[in-house]
Each structure stands twice: as C-alpha cells, then as structure tokens.
C-alpha cells in the first residue's frame, strides 16, 4: 500500500473525504479520532498490511504522516 491509497484508508475509517490528503493534518481535524476508529485502524493495518500496531503504539501519533510512518510508509 502506498501513501496516497493509506491515507485513503484512514480517512475512510474517519468517515473524511480523502481528497487533497498530504499526511500534514492532523488527525482529530479531519475526523473522529475515537476509540472505535483507533480498533478500525489496528484492524486494517493488520488485515491489509499484514503489520501489527497496538494502542500503546498509536497514542502519540498526531498526524496522518505519525499513522504512515508507525507502519513504514
């Protein structure tokens, strides 16, 4: 998965339009950043990138780069 198609994906689990996504905006701007959309997440790193990331892990990412960057993109 590359970053535009990940970016895709969060915006997706945030219910946000992915459209002119950079990676610089933060995440509770551009959607509901809850305990739901974080279990979303977990669940479609490790089902469409095979990458394990926990909520320990997730707790001081701020930006949609901080998400790419915990799964190596």
């Keep these: 998965m590359d970053k535009p198609a990940f970016f895709a994906a969060v915006a997706e689990i945030l219910e946000a339009d992915p459209a ?9 701007d551009i959607g509901n950043w ?13 089902s469409d990138m095979d990458q394990i990331v926990d ?9 949609l780069n901080d998400l790419a960057a915990l799964v190596g993109l």
């Design 34 to 46: 809850d305990s739901l959309s974080v279990i979303s997440f977990v669940a479609m790193v490790d």
């Design 20 to 28: 002119g996504l950079t990676g610089a905006e933060t995440i509770n």
């Design 55 to 63: 909520a320990e892990m997730l707790k001081d990412a701020k930006t």
